[in-house]
């Protein structure tokens, strides 16, 4: 498990990886990969109004440092490697080589648990623990909190191999794995996930202040630390180890059971993984401008479950345009639609699904490359972690593939609605990527609704024609509304196009 770290902001000489006369964060490191055909930028710090010089791959550049010690070099226009190279900083008579640096396609992997999920935790059903590919690299990182932006993010680049493979990120890693076998470049993923956490911790402060449909969060969290104290946070605390001494003594006794665990002390609020930007402050924004293709993200279980989950598609849309900005870059960005779980209905769990459908719609996002990977056929009712990795990372690297990399051939997505339209008692239903629409099962469509007059919403007789498919029910005379797979086992969802993949739930306008 990775270690939870909340941290202050620190002073560059002790934040940082230092040498006498510069210092550089984590992700500087051996084993980095850099963005082939963009303004790669490397930066650190030293004494203000000294020169930098750096050289790599043939390429030389220099800067000279502001009044705070900051230096950025900028190498343009990277071609990809097979071999690693060195690079080297020079500061004074002072030179740093970073070694084994290889130049490709470069992501950031975010989210909560099903991101965070290594490859190792899927036990014996991988292979891929064993595989080798020194061209395929992770950051493997830690967990980082704090709540002003910091300028490190702990972590260590490592290649594919045996003794590394097992600590990846599962998707990040098929996702990496689909990029590699089509591209025949290096990919590097940097790891920036972690399990439990709500969406909001990833923004800035500054966008969620600024969306005001948002600002209910913004104020719970002010509100938080308005109300902390550390003298009662204390209190509290030691009231819980005064308890945990006695279960201890108890379990001392018989050694019977799990030893009970220390307790630890809960973080101020606003460190606190669970309130906006504390995330972000710690893992995002010391990697911001580390030059990138894109990000893929896999989270929404835990804003499925209040007022949030209503609002998942501006908590999104908000994130993206947040990291874009903090780039400088029109970052494409694939995330994964929430997979089917539970027995029982959870209120928020298809909205925020339906959410991040709804996204892809948005006229706002049409100068950015995004795209939904649509999981549904392959969750784990009883299980919020769903084994099968694979295809999660080769369903988003489909979306990355097709626009980024130019396969126009490949299928992006299975079926999105579209459009409906009612003739009598009949409402079509249009998708796109429907090319080859038929059933999983070779069954009539199921999982279909139409709503009646009374607002009660009624099973449809489903056929599919052509790339469309026509509802009916014979108790609703006019069809005003339909919708698909509407609850949380999305029963009898197996409508797929001819590449097998399945259609997103989505209720029609």
């Not at 061209?135 to 493997?140: D, E, P, W």
């Not at 591209?183 to 790891?191: C, Q």
């Not at 009970?260 to 906006?276: G, I, Y």
Request: proline share 5%.
């Amino acid at each position: 498990m990775k270690q939870l770290i909340l941290t202050l902001v620190l002073g560059v000489a002790s934040a940082l990886p230092t040498m006498a006369n510069v210092s550089m964060p984590s992700f500087f490191s051996d084993g980095m990969v850099l963005q082939q055909q963009s303004n790669a930028k490397v930066w650190g710090w030293a004494k203000p109004n000294t020169q930098v010089s750096a050289s790599f791959a043939g390429k030389k550049s220099t800067a000279t440092t502001d009044k705070s010690g900051k230096w950025t070099i900028t190498f343009d226009a990277l071609k990809a490697t097979t071999q690693g190279e060195e690079l080297s900083i020079t500061v004074g008579d002072e030179t740093k080589v970073i070694k084994d640096v290889v130049v490709g396609e470069v992501w950031i992997a975010s989210g909560q648990s099903n991101m965070e999920w290594s490859i190792q935790r899927l036990g014996g059903e991988t292979a891929d623990v064993q595989a080798k590919d020194d061209l395929l690299r992770v950051y493997v990182s830690r967990n980082v909190t704090s709540d002003q932006p910091v300028k490190d993010f702990p972590g260590k680049w490592l290649s594919t191999k045996p003794a590394n493979t097992p600590k990846f990120t599962a998707v990040g890693y098929y996702y990496a794995k689909a990029l590699r076998e089509k591209l025949n470049v290096p990919v590097g993923i940097i790891e920036c996930a972690w399990g439990g956490k709500r969406i909001e911790p990833f923004i800035s402060d500054a966008s969620m202040k600024q969306a005001k449909d948002l600002q209910y969060l913004v104020e719970a969290k002010a509100n938080a630390i308005k109300r902390y104290s550390p003298e009662a946070a204390q209190k509290r605390q030691d009231q819980v180890i005064a308890k945990w001494k006695q279960r201890l003594a108890a379990w001392e006794k018989t050694k019977k059971g799990r030893q009970p665990r220390k307790p630890q002390m809960p973080p101020a609020p606003a460190f606190s993984s669970r309130l906006h930007s504390t995330i972000y402050n710690g893992m995002i924004a010391p990697i911001a401008g580390y030059s990138a293709k894109g990000a893929i993200w896999y989270q929404g279980e835990s804003n499925a479950n209040d007022k949030s989950a209503h609002d998942y598609s501006e908590l999104l849309k908000l994130l993206i345009r947040d990291w874009q900005k903090q780039w400088d870059s029109k970052l494409s960005f694939y995330y994964v639609q929430l997979a089917n779980f539970g027995q029982t209905e959870r209120l928020g769990w298809v909205p925020v699904q339906d959410e991040m459908r709804q996204l892809l719609d948005d006229p706002e996002m049409e100068d950015t490359h995004i795209g939904m990977a649509v999981i549904n056929d392959i969750g784990n009712l009883t299980n919020i972690h769903p084994s099968n990795k694979i295809d999660v990372g080769q369903r988003l690297a489909r979306w990355a593939l097709h626009q980024d990399y130019g396969f126009r051939d490949i299928i992006v997505s299975g079926p999105l609605y579209a459009s409906s339209e009612v003739s009598g008692t009949t409402m079509t239903i249009h998708f796109n990527h429907a090319k080859g629409l038929k059933t999983r099962d070779g069954k009539a469509p199921g999982a279909f609704e139409l709503l009646d007059s009374q607002g009660k919403w009624l099973p449809a007789e489903a056929k599919i024609k052509g790339d469309t498919v026509v509802l009916h029910n014979d108790q609703i005379k006019k069809p005003t509304q339909a919708r698909y797979a509407w609850n949380i086992l999305a029963e009898g969802a197996n409508l797929v196009n001819g590449e097998d993949l399945p259609t997103s739930c989505f209720t029609t306008k």
